[in-house]
């Protein structure tokens, strides 16, 4: 082996094992925030892994039990009358569940369906995570208080009762769950590479056998079967098909923006290799196929492990297979020592993740940058924390396809002018040393011109030419940034044509590129107009303009 190969294999061993550590508590308290015995989470960090390690195009994406995939699960199935967390029902609902966002997510990936997502705006995305943080602190009020908080009652409702019972609050479960976020957050302030979560487990447990907490009221995890899981495909029937497939849609929408996006941001680092898209929905795909079958709960990308483990120097996913390994390793011979595990400390780790989840930083941004985008993100973030999670996302989904079409129907047209003493025309109200050329009035439209903008063009260019206190002898298009064209889009061209022709005005194209002209030409348009009105760019068009008029001055 060679020198560097060595070297990859170590940082790989590292990065694995640093990765590994920080799986353990993680997938233990997510499992717990998705409504499953605290096993699955072990589970998830298992066979997904190792499917992902053999087919992901990301060499640094870590794949395992997420708290936004994990609240999405919990909340989905909650919803399913009769159907209680922590039941073996609950429990095949979960692994069905995984089964068919793995199915959905390689179907996209094999009919190349990717592009789907793009229907869930960034803006969308930020307000959905932001208002998921808040459903998840609901979630640990019981476990960070101490005391039971029917899972039933809405966000709002759970605060309130949390709020109006405080005298319930039992102490030493609230000083664990406080102490383990504040020395958690220590050492990822310290360095991040720490596993402060592991960090906090092992001192925790020990306090909580050596001082018999749990008889003093501090809940603990208890027993955890021992092994590594057994092969079993998750039952399902049409019925719990239909009962789950509005979890199953959400968790695969969000699942694969979590994932793409983690990958490509890793891809971006290093620039020494290409994440595929297409693959990495197949890659992820598979894995939760695989997971379900070996009964590990719906698993994502973390952006937090991915970053520890890119961090800590993973050169291939050889660390995702020794992170697997190490995971079991665990089940096989240490799930006893968490028999006294509190799930306070469980609580601390999922709480300390939320500050990450609100995106209150892109808000401030939005605001600045985009207000359409800034309200966009507030209707989101509101729908979903009164509403709930599914119909967060699918009225996120109408408002990005909304806005996609809003924007689209009402493009940006600009009024052009000369630059003094140069050959280039910008828009007038930009400039303020702009000349209007004498008798012309040079619009350029920036947007493919189709059925949803063009009744917005042709209204616009009459309402233009109407407003011209100025007699007109030509109207130039600069269709340089047209780079479509349907049916719609060719009937408005006509009937501005017929507008100014009627007015006595001339109609010049200028700089439309080839497909355009190919496609215009093909309809009889270009024969429509004339030949002699179509120019390759907008300076030749107004030079020809000129001397026409130069000629007939001195006729």
Not at 144 to 149: T, Y
Not at 235 to 264: M, N, Q
Not at 334 to 360: C, D, N, Q, V
Request: proline letters at 4%; glycine letters at 8%; one cysteine or more.
């Amino acid at each position: 082996m060679k020198d560097s190969q060595k070297r990859n294999v170590t940082a790989d061993i590292i990065a694995g094992l640093t990765v590994g550590v920080m799986l353990i508590p993680q997938g233990m308290a997510y499992a717990v925030l998705a409504g499953l015995p605290p096993i699955y989470g072990l589970y998830g960090g298992l066979i997904p892994l190792v499917i992902y390690a053999f087919i992901g195009s990301s060499r640094q994406l870590a794949i395992g039990p997420v708290a936004v995939s994990s609240v999405l699960v919990a909340e989905g199935i909650s919803n399913i009358p009769g159907v209680e967390v922590l039941t073996p029902e609950f429990v095949g609902y979960a692994l069905a569940a995984g089964l068919f966002i793995g199915l959905l997510q390689f179907l996209f990936g094999l009919l190349r369906m990717g592009f789907l997502v793009n229907f869930l705006s960034q803006p969308v995305i930020a307000g959905f995570t932001t208002a998921a943080a808040f459903i998840i602190l609901a979630s640990q009020l019981s476990d960070f208080l101490g005391f039971p908080i029917d899972r039933d009652l809405s966000l709002f409702q759970k605060f309130s009762y949390a709020i109006t019972h405080l005298d319930r609050a039992h102490l030493l479960t609230v000083v664990f769950c406080t102490a383990s976020m504040l020395l958690m957050w220590i050492l990822k302030k310290f360095d991040r590479r720490i596993p402060s979560a592991l960090a906090v487990v092992i001192p925790g447990t020990f306090l909580t056998w050596f001082f018999g907490l749990d008889k003093m009221g501090l809940e603990i995890i208890g027993s955890i079967p021992q092994g590594l899981p057994a092969f079993e495909v998750p039952y399902f029937t049409v019925d719990i098909f239909r009962s789950l497939f509005p979890t199953v849609v959400t968790v695969t929408l969000i699942g694969i923006i979590e994932s793409i996006g983690i990958a490509k941001t890793l891809e971006n680092k290093h620039q020494s290799y290409i994440v595929r898209p297409n693959r990495e929905l197949i890659a992820i795909g598979l894995s939760k196929m695989g997971g379900a079958l070996f009964q590990a709960m719906p698993t994502s990308a973390s952006f937090t492990r991915s970053a520890i483990n890119n961090s800590a120097g993973a050169r291939t996913t050889l660390a995702g297979i020794v992170t697997a390994v190490l995971i079991g390793l665990t089940l096989l011979l240490f799930t006893s020592a968490f028999y006294y595990l509190p799930k306070a400390i469980l609580a601390a780790i999922i709480l300390l993740a939320l500050p990450g989840l609100i995106e209150h930083k892109e808000a401030i941004r939005l605001w600045k940058f985009h207000r359409s985008d800034f309200f966009l993100m507030l209707a989101t973030f509101l729908v979903t924390l009164i509403f709930g999670i599914e119909e967060g996302v699918e009225v996120g989904v109408v408002l990005s396809i909304l806005n996609i079409f809003y924007r689209a129907s009402r493009p940006h047209i600009a009024v052009l002018g000369i630059m003094p003493g140069k050959t280039y025309y910008r828009n007038i109200d930009r400039f303020d040393s702009i000349q209007s050329e004498p008798e012309a009035l040079i619009v350029r439209f920036d947007n493919q011109l189709f059925f949803a903008n063009a009744s917005y063009f042709k209204d616009k260019i009459r309402e233009l030419v109407l407003e011209e206190n100025r007699p007109l002898k030509c109207f130039f298009l600069d269709a340089k940034s047209i780079i479509d064209i349907d049916s719609s889009g060719l009937t408005a061209l006509r009937d501005i044509h017929r507008f100014l022709r009627k007015s006595g005005i001339d109609f010049y194209v200028c700089g439309a590129i080839g497909p355009i002209r190919d496609r215009l030409t093909k309809s009889g348009f270009t024969e429509e107009i004339g030949a002699d009105r179509w120019f390759l760019s907008l300076h030749e068009g107004i030079v020809h303009f000129r001397e026409r008029e130069d000629k007939k001055a001195e006729n």
